[in-house]
């Protein structure tokens, strides 16, 4: 009981001791130097990322379930696409 008590106290005081230090100082300023190296790099949060990422997916088999789409229309009607192919026109 007294080891954790004391344990407990000197923890408290070490605590005490660095937060009103020069390291914290230094540690707060780093801290705001960092912030604003990482503000102007124009970062995104992981958060940010792994949503685009999941519309990066979402567009991507969207994209190719049109795809498919697209190939059996132009199957369907080949005589028209040979004809726009040969034309040079995409059907834009």
Do not use: H, Y
């Amino acid at each position: 009981m007294i080891g954790k008590k004391l344990f407990e106290e000197v923890s408290a005081k070490i605590g005490d001791t660095i937060a009103n230090s020069p390291a914290k100082d230094v540690e707060k300023n780093v801290k705001a130097m960092l912030g604003s190296a990482f503000t102007r790099m124009d970062l995104v949060t992981r958060e940010e990322f792994d949503i685009q990422q999941q519309v990066l997916i979402k567009t991507r088999t969207k994209l190719a379930e049109l795809e498919a789409r697209l190939a059996k229309i132009e199957a369907a009607c080949p005589q028209q696409a040979a004809a726009e192919t040969a034309a040079g026109t995409d059907g834009a």
